[in-house]
Nanobody, 126 residues
Framework: QVQLVESGGGLVQAGGSLRLSCAAS??????LGWFRQILGKEREFVAA????????SYAASVKGLFSISRDDAKNTVYLQMDSLKPEDTAGYYC?????????????????????WGQGTQVTVSS
């Protein structure tokens, strides 16, 4: 049974940093990623990293500020978020795919992924 469990969210002041973790189990993941959703708005892509080659992709709004990495020995993907802004406040969701991935994108869609975690809240105060 595939499970994705996020941790590391919380309250931080603007300009601060947080590191989110997602523990993935129950499969071999061709790609793991992060999306975020503000209440009342659509879920949006944040970052993703492939299993083969570790190719990372970022949304334009976070490029240079956030960094995604994965530790395959621990089956964990991380999202290091620096220079946080109030507009980064959202629920952050880990996403994974166990089917083969034969392409890469500069930004992924939610339908590129098959599994989702429950989410972790990130709140950035001004």
């Amino acid at each position: 049974q595939v499970q994705l469990v996020e941790s590391g969210g919380g309250l931080v002041q603007a300009g601060g940093s947080l590191r989110l973790s997602c523990a993935a189990s129950g499969g071999t993941f061709s790609i793991l990623g992060w999306f975020r959703q503000i209440l009342g708005k659509e879920r949006e892509f944040v970052a993703a990293i492939t299993g083969s080659g570790g190719i990372a992709s970022y949304a334009a709004s976070v490029k240079g500020l956030f960094s995604i990495s994965r530790d395959d020995a621990k089956n964990t993907v991380y999202l290091q978020m620096d220079s946080l802004k109030p507009e980064d406040t959202a629920g952050y969701y880990c996403a994974g795919r166990t089917r083969k991935l034969s392409y890469t994108r500069p930004a992924y869609y939610d339908w590129d992924f098959d599994y989702w975690g429950q989410g972790t809240q990130v709140t950035v105060s001004s």
